[in-house]
């Protein structure tokens, strides 16, 4: 085995770029900042510090979802989810509080009170350029951002809340504008609005990119369709596909495609399947467990059906690695990703050891594969079911520690529901696993 070298990444040098642009934005703000006489001034300028911030973020957030493969690839795709809701709240908390503080200075001004916001802000739509476009934007951005809420999207179809997520491109569009027009810091700075340009005008290059021509240039190249849909156990499917010089598609085993079939009632579904096997130069596979719309509706999939792929996506795989040994566990249908990992991670015999944890023996899907591979390689295959009582098995560090006694001195490669894999997170570290060889990522997004 060739010498581990794992990736590093980005995630610190990119955080600190983050924090390097908003501390250049309250330059731009401090260095065009009168001094604050009185209240009036006081509210307005804070008004314009959450404005300028607002737009900084907002041009993150969109780049969040451009899926630049430095990010999706190289962060991980959960972690780079996380970033983008975190980036959102903040983003809706900023516009609101620039909205409120700038209509609360201007209605000061005109001898008013803070009870006049509402009118202020109808005058102001008809005396401001671009203002009426940027009210409408802002009322799309706080539509999302009530969707976007764990009690509300949890109600919602997944797809209906992935398409009113796309207006946030439009969100963009409608508010940029009024940042120029009526920005006093870009009035009086022209070196700021060429960054602002240059920002903005650089994600949307990305979002062109990344989300419109690389998928394009993609499913145009290789041409995937349904091969076949095979039960691998009640409830979860296998589907193979096919498609030209697939080996050139990019993909290693731990990552995932974000896949539409073309198929009646499928066309407008776009969702995230990990690879269940090693990708082949002319097929791959993904296995899915029935737990929605979408999933259930795989089942029904016809041989010939046209594919549309966007990937390969997540950080999960083989460039993680920085021992030599390791460890994979995967609960109920996370064992795809694992499954692939666990057969083509390099090691020699008892290098490798998989966990996996299901309900019932019958829940272990794709048992025979696994179990093959593990003879092949000379690895170790575990499983973990509820017992004929139903009372599930303990995995605690006491129990990792004795099954696998030098457990501090593998790499942990984890997949599954966020509670199970939150439980085996807590046991690896009580069993002395740090938390830098702990790699998991989560494709609930």
């Not at 009170?113 to 109808?122: E, H």
């Not at 290789?222 to 050139?248: C, K, Q, W």
Request: glycine share 8%; aromatic share 10%; with cysteine.
């Amino acid at each position: 085995m060739r010498r581990i070298r794992p990736r590093r990444s980005p995630a610190v040098p990119l955080l600190l770029a983050v924090w390097a642009g908003a501390a250049a934005v309250l330059w731009l703000w401090w260095t065009n900042t009168p001094s604050l006489a009185d209240t009036n001034a006081k509210i307005l300028n804070a008004g314009r510090i959450t404005g300028l911030l607002a737009g900084y973020l907002m041009a993150l957030v969109v780049l969040q979802m451009a899926r630049v493969p430095a990010l999706e690839r190289r962060v991980g795709s959960d972690r780079v989810a996380r970033w983008h809701a975190m980036s959102g709240r903040y983003t809706i908390s900023l516009v609101v509080a620039h909205v409120v503080l700038t209509m609360y200075g201007y209605a000061l001004q005109a001898g008013k009170g803070f009870g006049d916001i509402v009118q202020q802000t109808v005058d102001s739509v008809g005396q401001l350029p671009d203002l009426g476009k940027a009210v409408i934007g802002t009322g799309l951005l706080v539509l999302i951002a009530l969707l976007s809420m764990g009690p509300v999207r949890r109600r919602i179809p997944y797809d209906f809340w992935y398409h009113v997520h796309l207006l946030t491109y439009a969100v963009v569009f409608l508010t940029f504008w009024h940042q120029l027009s009526t920005g006093n810091d870009f009035v009086v700075q022209p070196t700021a609005k060429t960054f602002w340009y240059a920002l903005y005008g650089s994600v949307t290059a990305l979002v062109v990119w990344y989300r419109i021509l690389t998928p394009l240039r993609l499913n145009l190249r290789h041409r995937m369709r349904v091969e076949a849909v095979i039960e691998e156990t009640p409830g979860v499917v296998s589907v193979l596909i096919t498609g030209r010089r697939l080996h050139r598609i990019g993909a290693e085993p731990g990552q995932f495609f974000r896949w539409r079939f073309l198929a009646p009632g499928m066309r407008f579904s776009s969702h995230p399947y990990s690879l269940s096997a090693a990708p082949r130069p002319n097929m791959l596979r993904i296995t899915v467990k029935a737990i929605g719309d979408h999933s259930s509706a795989l089942r029904g999939l016809r041989p010939g059906t046209r594919v549309w792929a966007e990937g390969p996506y997540g950080a999960m795989t083989a460039q993680r690695r920085s021992r030599g040994k390791v460890l994979l566990v995967a609960g109920g249908v996370g064992i795809t990703p694992m499954r692939a990992l666990f057969e083509t991670l390099p090691g020699a015999a008892g290098d490798l050891t998989l966990l996996y944890r299901a309900n019932t023996t019958q829940d272990l899907a794709l048992w025979d594969e696994l179990a093959q591979i593990a003879r092949e390689r000379g690895a170790r295959l575990m499983y973990a079911v509820n017992s004929p009582e139903g009372e599930r098995p303990d995995i605690s560090a006491d129990t990792l520690r004795r099954k696998l006694p030098d457990i501090d001195r593998h790499d942990v490669f984890m997949c599954g529901p966020p509670g199970f894999a939150q439980q085996v997170y807590e046991a690896l570290r009580g069993a002395g696993v740090p938390a830098r060889r702990i790699h998991h990522e989560s494709f609930e997004m």
